[in-house]
């Protein structure tokens, strides 16, 4: 069983940054590919964006891809997601997982707690 703790999450501005963290423990992490989702209240879960296990091929969701960076370093067993020019449609609780597949919205782990991010207009 891996655990998940989902970080870096707060209150920007529209335009601003910020660099969520996931930090993986328990089990192997570096074999599996790894997924950021979000969900804002009243909506459906969405696949945000993936990453393979050796980061080599990395996903994004249209609504995000050229604002948002996935990457990994499997040595810390961590997962990140940069993102950048945010907007208030990004606001949401944002969760990492386990992945089938980097290109897969199918999951293998539980989810975790989660971390919100909030962007104001």
């Known amino acids: 069983q891996v655990q998940l703790v989902e970080s870096g999450g707060g209150l920007v501005q529209a335009g601003g940054s910020l660099r969520l963290s996931c930090a993986a423990s328990?089990?192997?992490?570096?074999?599996?590919?790894m997924g950021w989702f979000r969900q804002a209240p009243g909506k459906e879960r969405e696949f945000v964006a993936g990453?393979?296990?050796?980061?080599?091929?990395?996903y994004y969701a249209d609504s995000v891809k050229g604002r948002f960076t996935i990457s990994r370093d499997n040595a810390k067993n961590t997962v990140y997601l940069q993102m950048n020019s945010l907007k208030p449609e990004d606001t949401a609780v944002y969760y990492c997982?386990?992945?089938?597949?980097?290109?897969?919205?199918?999951?293998?782990?539980?989810w975790g707690q989660g971390t919100q991010v909030t962007v104001s207009s």
């Open positions: 328990g089990r192997t992490f570096s074999s599996y590919a």
């Open positions: 997982n386990l992945q089938k597949n980097y290109y897969s919205d199918y999951v293998l782990g539980s």
């Open positions: 990453i393979s296990w050796n980061g080599g091929s990395t």
